[in-house]
């Protein structure tokens, strides 16, 4: 919906555009100064979103797939680079630019992936233990 927003705009689709844009206004703040641009219109997601959120999904295909399983300490460690560069951001120490934000979301989705397949695992893993001892 990130890229297709800006698309629709340059197709003349506004109500289609708007849609994509007012929904992921829910996910983003959308500023277009921290934004990707696509057709010289800003994209539905901020870089950092946008990063994000496509490398997690990616990032669990690749686990999954090549069946890894990294640290929790890996994982948290992928996480720190967006959460440095936000607060830093937000308190007003450094002013980051799209490149850091976009890979700081790379790396964030990939951290996330990973805990992600770390607790879904343990989760299961605990459910069927305890399936087990029942019987």
Not at 34 to 41: A, K, M
Not at 44 to 73: D, E, H, N, Q
Request: charged share 15%.
């Amino acid at each position: 919906m990130s890229v297709l927003a800006p698309i629709c705009e340059e197709y003349k689709l506004y109500n289609l555009s708007n849609l994509f844009y007012r929904f992921l206004s829910n996910f983003c703040h959308q500023y277009p100064s921290r934004s990707l641009w696509l057709l010289n219109r800003p994209m539905g997601l901020c870089a950092r979103c946008f990063s994000m959120y496509s490398a997690f999904p990616i990032a669990l295909l690749v686990i999954y797939f090549i069946k890894a399983r990294w640290t929790y300490l890996f994982n948290l460690m992928l996480l720190m680079p967006l959460i440095v560069d936000g607060f830093s951001q937000y308190l007003y120490l450094t002013e980051s630019n799209n490149y850091v934000r976009f890979g700081s979301g790379v790396l964030f989705g990939i951290g996330a992936a990973g805990l992600y397949e770390h607790i879904l695992i343990d989760i299961l893993f605990e459910a069927r233990n305890k399936q087990h001892s029942i019987l």
